[in-house]
């Protein structure tokens, strides 16, 4: 693995000046923008990110590192703030945090930390970046720029990150060249979210002398690949600093310990049996298991089925997950693997019966309903799916997936008007108004709706449009 990236937001990708005396950090507060235009912006980069192929859409991997960040940001000082984790397919140990509660999480990040108050560590990190309102501080002086313009900043900035040599034409190519002095700031900024995010680990509960030994392994294993290093790494002098400083930190508070959840390692092992080959990654588990290599049993297990699912070994990964089950007892991501299998084998109707017993188990969690609905669009059973369905999004009215869901078995029923309109219902929950006002037209001319029906669709346009006005008045 590449271990390229210490730090852990758009900030290092500066070339330091230290001679350069810093401006004041200002307001906390983020006065400069308002926090629902801080959220527009988020949700306007997240448009794109989501459409990138890195975006890793896994439901399991996301509900887990969302209830890690929830722990956090319930032990933030805005703990009533919309966060979205998400993960993206990058092996470089990295997270970044974007207006508006949004935060990426790297694939890498959670392969490199071996204890989860390492990844928390990182995580408070980047809450507290949000709960302090950095990037916007950063944008905050570009009040003429519009929504689309700073959302492409913000992308450009993290595409940067990883480019040093780009930021320049990143800064140049969104005519924000005031931008270059705002990131000045970024070395106060990058103190700040150690400190404050230090407070967080500490509160909800994580071994804070996780962040430390982190960033001090990370530093270690950058250093052996110096040579390729990229500059601004080499001449970077935060990393040490910030490794003492949390240090100095974790030495001062009550030691306290915090054991992994069992979610942190069948996480890893489902992301890690993914990496490479079938073959390798069944050698890599086998090897593991065979030779007591792991710190958790079941996790390497749940890994190894994973990798011989993988392989199309279905027999020997079903066996596998047996043994996954009498270590834990039942556990709905242990679950959801078996049923991948069973689907995978040629057998839908064993998966959804897997499924429904996990449900009857764990209601709360979606990955089951989402995989559940899924077996069923699978075996041509909408109307089964849309009865779901039709629970669900009433106890999750946020969720854009379950109302993806629905538009794919309407459409799958021949329904074109609730087709369209579940499909506007996804893209208000994704932010992309205008997308969700021209589906509920589509709806109104779909020639297949009731009286009623039509004038949901009516009331719901005339509300988006209202929306749509006042967002362009007030940002
Ligand atoms: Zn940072």
Known sequence: MRLVVVCLSVALLVTPTSAQTLPELGDTSGALISPAFERKIGEQAMRDIRRDPSYLDDPELTEYINDLGRRIVAASQEPQQDFEFFMVRD???????MPGGFVG???GLLLAAQTESELAGVLSHEVAHVTQHHLARMLGKQDQMSIPTLAAVVLGLLAARSRPDITQAVIAGASAASIQSQLNYTRDFEREADRIGFQYLQQAGFDVSGMGTFFERLQKATRLYENNAPAYLRTHPLSTERIADMQGRAQNAVYKQSPDSVEFHLARAKLLAEQGTPREAVAHFSEMVREHRYADEAGARYGLASALARARDFPRAA???EN????LGPHP???LLMARIRVDSGNP??????LR??????????????AYVEVLQGMGQHQAALASLGDLVKSY????RLYNLQAKSYAASGKRLLHHQALAETYVLQGTLPAAIEQLQLAQKSGDGDFYQLSAVEARLRDLRTLQAEERKNR
Do not use: G, I, Q
Not at 324 to 327: A, I, S
């Open 324 to 327: 996954v089950r009498k270590l």
């Open 397 to 400: 009215p946020r969720d854009a």
């Open 349 to 354: 109707a064993a998966a959804r019966d897997v």
């Open 105 to 107: 999480v790297h694939t």
């Open 357 to 370: 017993s996990a449900l009857s188990r764990f209601p709360n969690y979606r990955p089951l309903h989402y």
């Open 319 to 321: 066996a596998e997950v």
């Open 333 to 335: 991501m242990v679950e």
């Open 91 to 97: 092996n470089t140990v990295n997270a970044f945090a």
